[in-house]
C-alpha cells in the first residue's frame, strides 16, 4: 500500500453519510482539483475537526493517502474558515450552496484549476455582502463558462442557445457579469429575473453540449 501523504487547501464540496460513522466527501483545491476522500470517524465526533472538514463550505487544510481506486483516506486537517457568516441568511447560504453543486458539476475529478479555485473562494469570501446574493451566483456561472472556453467575450459573441435569444443590452450585460472583477459592481447591477432565468438555461445548455 501507497503511504504517502498529500496535503493540499482545499473547499468541500459535497458529503454523505457511509455506513455508520463514516462519511464521503469531495474537495475542491487548486493542485488536485475536485478528488474524493473518505472521512473516517467524522460522525462520530461531532464538533472534531475531521467532522468539520467534513461538511459542505468549509476551507481547510486535508492531509490524506491513497485509498482504494480514486478515494482516498483522510489522516488530518486543519480547519480554516467555515463561511461562518454565510449561513445567517437563508437566500445567502443557497447561494453560495449552488455554487459549490456547480464547481462539482462542472469539473473533470483530479484536474488542476487554480483559477477556479481562487474564484470560488473569493465568491464565498465576499457572498455575505452581496445583495441580492442571486447576482454573484449568475455572475460565476458566466466565469465558469468562460474560464472553461464556454463562453466567448467580446462585442461580436453570440449567446443564443436553442429558442433563447439574448438582446444587444442583454450580452452588454453578459460582458459586464463575466469580465467584472468587483463584486461591489456585480451587486450594483440590474438583473431582471428573466435575464437570470436565460442565464440559468445558457449554463445547463451550454455544459450539457459538452
Known sequence: MNDKKHQIEGITLHAFDFKEYDRIVTVFSEEMGVISLIVKGANRK?????????????????IFSAGKGDLFTYRDGTIYDQFLSLRHDFDT????????????????????A??????????LSGLSDCSPPENALISFKLKMLHHEGLLPLGPDAVYD???????????????????????????SLYIPYEFSEKISYLFEYTIASQ
Open 46 to 62: 461531532k464538533k472534531g475537526t475531521a467532522s468539520a472538514l467534513a461538511t459542505p463550505l468549509s476551507c481547510g487544510e486535508f
Open 93 to 112: 447560504l443557497d447561494t453560495a450552496g449552488s455554487m459549490l453543486q456547480i464547481t462539482k458539476k462542472t469539473l473533470l475529478p483530479n484536474k488542476p
Open 114 to 123: 487554480p483559477l477556479l479555485y481562487r474564484l470560488l473562494k473569493t465568491f
Open 161 to 187: 442557445c436553442g429558442e433563447v435569444v439574448f438582446s444587444d443590452e442583454e450580452r452588454q450585460l453578459i460582458f459586464c457579469l463575466a469580465a467584472s472583477r468587483s463584486l461591489k459592481q456585480i451587486t
